[in-house]
């Protein structure tokens, strides 16, 4: 079965902090992982896209990394700021179809 | 560049009518097209894959005769929900892709609310 948990389902942290949100999959015969941005009420935005031979993807202060074997990616979000605050989707993607995590919903207190 | 649009964004419709949610691809030709459902604080479903030119495939237990998909072009697909009721209510996304990469671009979404 084709799954993708995001954990914690809910995070809220003072501004500034480090953080680290994660997403597992359950089958490591993935094509790419996609981290999305959603605000409340929004479409997407797309955060990063990582290849099924990459390791990692940086942007900005966004850092995101995957391990096919242990099916796990993370996304860093260093030195937060209250704008970071939204529901960030993790995605597996497999020749064209992606398959949502629940999401992970971050508030950043200024 | 990659810039989806939907239209409408929010409709209002009366329960038992149909509505029409366009997804356009405004810089790129979307060989693929996608559409997915959203219910409040949950994540996205994926209802259907469209190709240009081709029927959609729908995804398990989603009604092909309700949702209606067209994509009759490389940069337009439509989805028409047929006598809508109250619990079609969600927001519909929709997304394309070039087919080079695989990687999807969203469009804004649209709010359905079925009175």
């Known amino acids: 079965k084709q799954e993708v948990t995001q954990i914690p389902a809910a995070l809220s942290v003072p501004e500034g902090e480090n953080l680290v949100l994660n997403c597992s999959f359950t089958?490591?015969?993935?094509?790419?992982l996609q981290w999305f941005r959603q605000d409340p009420g929004k479409g997407l935005t797309s955060l990063l896209l990582?290849?099924?031979?990459?390791r990692e993807q940086t942007s900005g202060r966004l850092n995101a990394s995957l391990d096919k074997s242990s099916g796990r990616s993370t996304l860093y979000i260093a030195a937060s700021q209250p704008g970071d605050s939204a529901t960030y989707l993790c995605?597996?993607?497999?020749?064209?179809?992606?398959?949502f995590g629940q999401g992970t919903t971050l508030q950043v207190k200024p | 560049g990659a810039v989806v649009s939907q239209h409408p964004s929010r409709v209002i419709c009366k329960s038992g009518t149909s509505v029409k949610i366009e997804c356009r691809s405004l810089?790129?030709?979307?060989?693929?097209m996608f559409w997915y459902r959203q219910f409040p604080k949950q994540s996205l479903m994926l209802m259907a894959t469209?190709?240009?030119?081709?029927?959609?495939?729908?995804e398990q237990g989603v009604e092909k005769d309700k949702f209606l998909i067209n994509h009759a072009s490389l940069t337009l697909s439509t989805l028409t929900v047929t006598s809508a009721h109250p619990e079609d209510s969600s927001f519909y996304i929709c997304?394309?892709?070039?087919?080079?990469?695989?990687?999807?671009?969203f469009g804004p979404g649209t709010r359905l609310t079925v009175t």
């Open positions: 995605a597996r993607g497999n020749t064209g179809k992606l398959i």
């Open positions: 089958d490591s015969a993935i094509y790419n």
């Open positions: 469209s190709n240009e030119g081709s029927k959609a495939t729908y």
């Open positions: 990582i290849q099924s031979s990459q």
């Open positions: 997304s394309a892709s070039s087919g080079s990469s695989y990687e999807q671009y």
């Open positions: 810089d790129f030709q979307a060989t693929t």
